[in-house]
T-cell receptor, first 111, second 116 residues
């Protein structure tokens, strides 16, 4: 079993719609959580950190549920430019803060 | 450009050849990480340095792989006797040492290796 699991998708989303997806992590000692965005054949880029209280950045909202060990990302008012792979990431300070990635969830926003 | 840079961006090599990649991190970032990403998968951790010290190596890093960061600045990743299974994107990331819980890692553009 992978340490971080994601639905690979693709999620086909009409432009302007809302899409949400989760990832689950197995290591309860995980301390920090992130969503990264990766465009085709490009490097991952940090989208947002995820906090226990939940956090919002414009059209993006991330939630963390430590009890159930899952993280969610919601995208409102989807834009064509939101089409990408979204990577769920966890880290632990004791592990040198190396990033442990899920396999990614592919989102395709269509007109 | 003050971001993480990697060279070369693309490398095609024949099976059995040796290859070396270079990563130049953001200046003054103490930590430097190497990851490998194959098609359709998320990146997987290979190794990381804190300054010039290599602190951890993944089980993915076979004896054919070696990484160095001799002066705590740039790093090299060498693969000896390449195999077709080594074909992947090799990503380098750097981060500062911070007192808080969140450590943002900044990625370079990657080196795409194709072994024929």
């Amino acid at each position: 079993r992978k340490e971080v699991e994601q639905d690979p998708g693709p999620f086909n989303v009409p432009e302007g719609a809302t899409v949400a997806f989760n990832c689950t992590y197995s290591n309860s000692a995980s301390q920090s959580f992130f969503w990264y965005r990766q465009d085709c054949r490009k490097e991952p880029k940090l989208l947002m950190s995820v906090y226990s209280s939940g956090n919002e950045d414009g059209r993006f909202t991330a939630q963390l549920n430590r009890a159930s060990q899952y993280i969610s990302l919601l995208i409102r008012d989807s834009k064509l430019s939101d089409s990408a792979t979204y990577l769920c990431v966890v880290t632990r300070e004791a592990a040198g803060n190396k990033l442990t990635f899920g396999g990614g969830t592919r989102v395709l926003v269509k007109p | 450009d003050t971001g993480v840079s990697q060279n070369p961006r693309h490398k095609i090599t024949k099976r059995g050849q040796n290859v070396t990649f270079r990563c130049d991190p953001i200046s003054e970032h103490n930590r430097l990480y190497w990851y490998r990403q194959t098609l359709g998968q998320g990146p997987e951790f290979l190794t990381y340095f804190q300054n010039e010290a290599q602190l951890e190596k993944s089980r993915l890093l076979s004896d054919r792989f070696s990484a160095e960061r001799p002066k705590g600045s740039f790093s090299t990743l060498e693969i000896q006797r390449t195999e077709q299974g080594d074909s992947a994107m090799y990503l380098c990331a750097s981060s500062p040492l911070l007192a808080g819980n969140s450590y943002e890692q900044y990625f370079g553009p990657g080196t795409r290796l194709t072994v024929t």
